[in-house]
């Protein structure tokens, strides 16, 4: 079975931390190039972080120099860390393969002020 499954997620303080897990199972995870995506309220979805198969990362300004994307190729899991949190981070938070054939169903990030 194809899937990705996020974990990792929810309430934390501003300036907080947090790292975000997604485990894929069913797809050649080492092939494949990964990404997180965000949608914030009422807001559309947006990449957040990318990483490709050999380690190259990229990142969306609102995040850049406070997170990391990173992958773990024998736990077939990307992760992301996000640091100095602000409550315009919180969204819902999934994780895609960067083609975006593969979606998983997203874990909630709640920042509080």
């Known amino acids: 079975q194809v899937q990705l499954v996020e974990s990792g997620g929810g309430l934390v303080q501003a300036g907080e931390s947090l790292r975000l897990s997604c485990t894929a199972s069913?797809?050649?995870?080492?092939?494949?190039?990964m990404a997180w995506h965000r949608q914030r309220p009422e807001q559309q979805r947006e990449l957040v972080a990318l990483?490709?198969?050999?380690?190259?990362?990229n990142y969306a300004p609102s995040v850049q120099g406070r997170s990391t994307i990173s992958r773990d190729n024998v736990k077939n899991t990307v992760y992301l860390q996000i640091n100095k949190l602000k409550p315009e981070d919180t969204a819902v938070y999934y994780c895609?393969?960067?083609?975006?054939?593969?979606w998983g169903r997203g874990t909630q990030v709640t920042v509080s002020s």
């Open positions: 895609a393969t960067l083609r975006g054939d593969v």
């Open positions: 069913g797809i050649h995870f080492t092939t494949r190039s």
């Open positions: 990483i490709t198969i050999d380690g190259t990362t």
